[in-house]
């Protein structure tokens, strides 16, 4: 999910076709480090936080973290990812439309978890590390886009677990597999929420602030 869907929209594009921009996401440079630093591990799981799903496409951001993460998989980094998100802006559940397109581009169904009562970034982390605890998994690893990574990285070392490494896009692997990124057809209605009410029209603006900074989370989740 994306606390703020304009500045994230902006720092990707930035990303994809220029350079990274240092106050919002982490440098070319950082990403690399930090990729150095465990692209010899193998976790047991990683966890990619959802985007909303509109219009019945997945959007830039969407289709990048999945790639992410089918690129960690095929790399032996990750053996197991989980996909998180609830049905928030659109009625569909993030968590479930990320497995989807996963699945499509190949990892195999056994190895892919969703995770969906998540409405905000933080939310995301906190409930998908106790589902993978209650799965038995114990080395993990956050995977997403730069700018998320970044926004997340302190939450995780006082509220989560200092032990979780954050694993950003590498730009120049990205923009290597940029051209192969197909667009596979899935059954998207598999992931639709028949009661659907918009996060917007449910709590009022300090409520979702709250809830970005992880102020919202349900510490019993997933007990």
Known sequence: MRPNTKKISFCLSVFFLLSTVSSCTFSSKTQKRLFRKIENQQYDVIIVPGVPFENGQWDRVMKGRVYWSKYLYDK??????????????SPYYEGKIMALYAEALGIPKTHIYTETMAEHSTENIYYSYKLAKKLGFNRIALASDP???????K??????????PVIPFVADTLKVIEPGMIDPVIDYQQAFKKDFISITQREGLH???RGTRGRNVDMKAYD
Do not use: C, E, H, M
Not at 76 to 89: D, H, L, P, T
Not at 147 to 153: E, G, I, V
């Open 76 to 89: 032996g980094i990750a053996k197991n990812i989980i996909y998180s998100g609830g049905a928030v802006y």
């Open 147 to 153: 700018f998320q990574t970044k926004l997340l990285r």
């Open 155 to 164: 939450f995780i070392r006082k509220k989560v677990d200092p032990a979780i």
């Open 207 to 209: 409520k979702r602030w």
